[in-house]
Structures are given as structure tokens and as C-alpha cells.
């Protein structure tokens, strides 16, 4: 697949198709006197139900379109479309809904509320959401069997491993039913083997029908992916 150096084409996928879809999308930061070109034109369409895990040294721009997919950022220029709705200049309120309403997040650090319980803690986004609470309960616990914590409701994240609380983390982030689940290293913290059953859990998700987006630095948890998106200085490098 081939892919140019300066504004780059739509991917395979059909523009019909998209559930997210990039166009000629620049990033640019003013770090002092020098403007730093995190992403330099990206264009990609990314299908509903699939799995793609973004890969890149240090600085090639794959947190940066993370931030970007996740709507944590606006580009400075090009447009993101995320289920037909083009996302790229919205504020933040609107920003907030649309993130409330299609995306799920899974960070490296689980971003758990130490204080909350496993319940409270899943219920997070349907409190948002204005959810009843005896609704938001119900799918929080109904949440918890899916991830073999429903013995945990109770507990507070210090009082559970770090392989169990990536699975609260993944419970949190379905609580929404979102449309795209990102995840930033979700296997960073972990031992192999924990590692290992967290991407087990991911790819279930993706074959119910979940699209799921990684960015991670190792081979062996990209290689769960369908496709691998290469990042090399804020471009498009590859993809395979």
C-alpha cells in the first residue's frame, strides 16, 4: 500500500463504510518560537467492527491522532468525521456529548477513581449520561459478569490487581455502548500473561461488533489487530 510524504489519500476502506474517517488531517503545536507539526495530513478511513492497533517511535504522531479519534483534541486543520457527524471544530460541550455518546476509553494507567467502588466506578458514564440509578446499577453489575468481576462490585480498586482493574477499566468504557473503543497501551502496566487475557478480552469485544483502536509500542499485542497502522513523522508511514 502505498503512501505519499505529503497529503495523503482515503485508505482501502470505502468512504460509505466509515465509522471514523480522517481527511488531510493536520495537528500543529506552537512549542516557543517553533511550531511542532505532530500530525502533518493524515487520511484514513477506519470500517465499523474492525480491529487496528497504531504503531510509531516516539513522536511519530500516534498519540496525537489518539487524542485526535478520542476527541480530546481538535485538529488545526483537515476533518474528522466520526459516524457521519463531522467532529472537527465542535466545542467542548458538544465534544463532551459526542464522546459520551460513541467512544469508550481504556488508558494504560486504568484512570480508575480510587475512591469509587468497581460498581460506582463503571457507573461513571451513565451518571453523565443521567441515567437512573437503579438502571445504571444494572448495567454495571450485568457489565461486571462480562469481565468475571461480578464477585468485585464491592471493592475499590487498591483492593484489586492490575489485570483486574484494566477490566474494570474495559467495563467502564462499554458502560456507554460506544460505537469505538479506544485504548492507549492497554497492556503497558501489565505481566504477559495478564496482558495476554486483556487482549483476549478486546478482540471478543471486536468480534461482537465493537471497532477498536490501539496504540501500542509492541509487536506482539499489534499483532492481535486486524490491521497495523505505522506512524513515522506525523504521516501515514504504512499499513499491513
Known sequence: MNATKTEQPVKDESELDAIVRLENVRKTYQMGSEKVHALAGVSINFKPGSFWAIMGPSGSGKSTMLNLLGCLDRPTSGKYILADTDVSQLEDDALSQIRLTYLGFVFQSFNLIAQLTVRENIELPLFYLGWE???????????????????????????????????????????????????????????????????????????QGKTIIIVTHEPDIAAW????????????????
Do not use: C, F, W, Y
Open 225 to 240: 489487530a486486524d490491521h497495523r497502522l505505522h506512524m513515522k513523522d506525523g504521516l501515514i508511514d504504512r499499513i499491513d
Open 133 to 207: 440509578p437503579h438502571e445504571s446499577a444494572a448495567r454495571a453489575a450485568e457489565l461486571a459478569r462480562s469481565v468475571d468481576l461480578d464477585q468485585r462490585l464491592g471493592h475499590r480498586p487498591a483492593e484489586l490487581s492490575g489485570g483486574q482493574q484494566q477490566r474494570v477499566a474495559i467495563a467502564r468504557a462499554l458502560a456507554n455502548d460506544p460505537h469505538v473503543i479506544l485504548a492507549d497501551e492497554p497492556t503497558g502496566n501489565l505481566d504477559s500473561t495478564t496482558g495476554e487475557n486483556i487482549m483476549e478480552l478486546l478482540r471478543d469485544l471486536n468480534k
